[in-house]
C-alpha cells in the first residue's frame, strides 16, 4: 500500500511541474509569408513598468508584520505588496529593506 501512496505522490508532482512549465513558455504567434505559416514564440512581452523605491524602512524589531509595517507607511495592504512583491510576510527579519513609497521609472 506504501508504494502506491508514494507513485500518486509522484504522479501530483509530475503534474504540478508539467502545469507550471507550461504557464511559464512564452505566447506563440503565428507569422505568414510566402512560403506559408509558421509559429515562432513571441519574445516581445510588454515588461511592468519599474518601480523606483523612494521611500524605505529598515525592519528595527523581530516582531514587526508586514500589515504593521502598510499601517506606519500609511499603506493598504495592496499596495504595500505591491512595492514589496517578493517579501516574505512569515520570515522578516532585523535589517530588511521595506519600500513604502514609489515612483515609476522610465
Not at 27 to 49: E, F, I
Not at 54 to 66: A, M
Amino acid at each position: 500500500m506504501a508504494s502506491h501512496h508514494g507513485v500518486a505522490a509522484l504522479l501530483i508532482t509530475s503534474l504540478l511541474v508539467a502545469v507550471t512549465l507550461a504557464d511559464a513558455r512564452p505566447p506563440l504567434t503565428m507569422h505568414h509569408n510566402k512560403l506559408g505559416g509558421y509559429a515562432v514564440a513571441d519574445t516581445a512581452r510588454r515588461q511592468p513598468p519599474e518601480l523606483v523605491c523612494t521611500k524605505i524602512y529598515g525592519v528595527q524589531q523581530r516582531h514587526e508584520t508586514c500589515f504593521a509595517l502598510a499601517q506606519a507607511g500609511e499603506l493598504s495592504l495592496e499596495q504595500f505588496f505591491s512595492f514589496n512583491p517578493n517579501i516574505n510576510c512569515q520570515k522578516l527579519f532585523i535589517g530588511q529593506w521595506i519600500c513604502l513609497s514609489t515612483d515609476f521609472g522610465a
